[in-house]
T-cell receptor
Framework: KQEVTQIPAALSVPEGENLVLNCSFT??????LQWFRQDPGKGLTSLLL?????REQTSGRLNASLDKSSGRSTLYIAASQPGDSATYLC??????????????FGQGTTLQVKP | DTGVSQDPRHKITKRGQNVTFRCDPI?????LYWYRQTLGQGPEFLTY????????KSRLLSDRFSAERPKGSFSTLEIQRTEQGDSAVYVC?????????????FGPGTRLTVL
């Protein structure tokens, strides 16, 4: 059974710092992995999607990497800003669920960027 | 707004009452998903529809839960005889298959509080 874990559960950093959020999964047979952002009271916003054949994806100050063999993904945020404060969730789409689209989420990391 | 919408956004009910939530997916999206998110956790898959057909249900979906998508557009999720353990955010997502796009688009969720 695929399990997704995110550590730490919460993180507080001063503005301007570069930071890394971690996501690990137990079964390397994944179709893709996504990073989402969730603001309080709002829906999930997709940040980056990495297909299983890819190693990384970049969007602006965000860079996500994927190492399937070790069951790990990282989300790198450069030059953090207070507006980056939110909960970040990673989700995997297992190979066996590529048709159904059943995502398996981690618990999330709540990030606070202090001015 | 052409995103996924959910109604109501918040629902407070007494234990034993029935509640119904609605999800309006992005127009023309053939797949519709329901997830449940409890405090400090990521969303957990409940069920999904391909057009009007409900194709899979999680073991989390007890017989008190029923979901429909009668015309392949909007969907409803009903919980009968609510229990305090049903308190959670019920999140809807939609997806268009067959276009080479694996992304699900999420609604803001309906927060259910059972007293």
């Amino acid at each position: 059974k695929q399990e997704v874990t995110q550590i730490p559960a919460a993180l507080s950093v001063p503005e301007g710092e570069n930071l890394v959020l971690n996501c690990s999964f137990t079964d390397s047979a994944i179709y893709n992995l996504q990073w989402f952002r969730q603001d309080p009271g709002k829906g999930l916003t997709s940040l980056l999607l990495i297909q299983s054949s890819q190693r990384e994806q970049t969007s602006g100050r965000l860079n996500a990497s994927l190492d399937k063999s070790s069951g790990r993904s990282t989300l790198y945020i450069a030059a953090s800003q207070p507006g980056d404060s939110a909960t970040y969730l990673c989700a995997v789409l297992p190979d066996g669920s590529s048709n159904t689209g059943k995502l398996i989420f981690g618990q999330g990391t709540t990030l606070q960027v202090k001015p | 707004d052409t995103g996924v919408s959910q109604d109501p956004r918040h629902k407070i009910t007494k234990r034993g009452q029935n509640v119904t939530f609605r999800c309006d997916p992005i127009s023309e999206h053939n797949r519709l998903y329901w997830y449940r998110q409890t405090l400090g956790q990521g969303p957990e898959f409940l069920t999904y529809f391909q057009n009007e057909a409900q194709l899979e249900k999680s073991r989390l979906l007890s017989d008190r839960f029923s979901a429909e998508r009668p015309k392949g557009s909007f969907s409803t999720l009903e919980i009968q005889r609510t229990e305090q353990g049903d308190s959670a955010v019920y999140v809807c997502a939609s997806r268009l298959t067959g276009q080479g796009i694996d992304e699900q688009f999420f609604g803001p969720g309906t927060r259910l509080t059972v007293l």
